[in-house]
C-alpha cells in the first residue's frame, strides 16, 4: 500500500541547532515533493517543492534534499529559532489521482 | 502569493443542524478545489476534490450525503455538513492550486473549527 511517513512525531531542539525531519515513501513515484509548515489552529503555508531530478532546493535558512532511489526527502532548518516552532508535512501528488496527499507531520518545538 | 479565504473560522452548532463552510479563491480562479478534514494531532485528510460545474469527487469512506460540496463558480466551493453530529467536530480545510507556473502548489484557507454539540 501507498505510505508517506514522517518519522518523528515530535522534535524538540535547542534554538541555533539544525533541526532535521525525515518524510519516507513507498509505493509512489512522485514527479516531485513538498513541505508545508502549520501553526496551531491554521491552515497549511507552502514552503518548498523539489522536484525528482532535483537534490537539493535552498530558502533561506531551508534546506531539503530529494533521494528517489531512498524514497527519501529530509527537511533542515539551519539557526533555528523559536519562531521556527510548528508542524512540518511533506507531501506527495498521487499523479493517477491528481490530489496531493500528506504525511502525518512533525511536530517541531525550539526551545531558547 | 495566492490567496484562499476561508469563512467562518469557527462554528458551534446544536445536533442535527447542518452548517456551510465556504472557500473563496481570492486572486485567481480555481477549477478545482480541496476539502481536508484534521482531527488534533493528526494530519489533514482529504475529503473530496470539488471541481467547477461538475459533482464532487469523495474519497473512499466519505459520505457525500453527509458533506455536500457545490463549486459553483471558479472562486467560490462550499462544504455542508449536514445533520450534523458531534463526532462531525473537528477541523476543516479548503485549498486550491492556481493555474500556471504556480499549478504544483496548494494555497489553504485558515481553517474553520466546528464544534457539535
Known amino acids: 500500500s501507498q505510505k508517506i511517513e514522517q518519522n518523528s512525531e515530535a522534535l524538540n531542539i535547542q534554538e541555533g541547532k539544525t533541526a532535521t525531519l525525515t518524510c519516507n515513501y513507498t509505493n509512489y513515484s512522485p514527479a516531485y515533493l513538498q513541505w508545508y509548515r502549520q501553526d496551531p489552529g491554521r491552515g497549511p503555508v507552502f514552503l518548498l517543492l523539489i522536484r525528482e531530478n532535483e537534490k537539493e532546493k535552498r530558502k533561506e535558512r531551508l534546506k531539503v534534499t530529494f533521494d528517489t532511489t531512498l524514497k527519501q526527502s529530509l527537511f533542515h532548518i539551519t539557526a533555528s529559532q523559536p519562531a521556527d516552532s510548528a508542524t512540518y508535512l511533506c507531501?506527495?501528488?498521487?499523479?493517477?489521482?491528481?490530489?496531493?496527499?500528506f504525511g502525518s507531520g512533525t511536530r517541531l518545538s525550539i526551545r531558547p | 502569493g495566492a490567496v484562499v479565504s476561508q469563512h467562518p473560522s469557527w462554528v458551534i452548532c446544536k445536533s442535527g443542524t447542518s452548517v456551510k463552510i465556504e472557500c473563496r479563491s481570492l486572486d485567481f480562479q480555481a477549477t478545482t478545489m480541496f476539502w481536508y478534514r484534521q482531527f488534533p494531532k493528526q494530519s489533514l485528510m482529504l475529503m473530496a476534490t470539488s471541481n467547477e460545474g461538475s459533482k464532487a469527487t469523495y474519497e473512499q469512506g466519505v459520505e457525500k450525503d453527509k458533506f455536500l460540496i457545490n463549486h459553483a463558480s471558479l472562486t467560490l466551493s462550499t462544504l455542508t455538513v449536514t445533520s450534523a453530529h458531534p463526532e462531525d467536530s473537528s477541523f476543516y480545510i479548503c485549498?486550491?492550486?492556481?493555474?500556471?507556473?504556480?499549478?504544483?502548489?496548494?494555497?489553504f484557507g485558515a481553517g474553520t473549527r466546528l464544534s457539535v454539540l
Open positions: 485549498s486550491a492550486r492556481p493555474p500556471g507556473t504556480g499549478r504544483n502548489i496548494q494555497y
Open positions: 507531501a506527495l501528488e498521487d499523479s493517477s489521482a491528481s490530489k496531493i496527499i
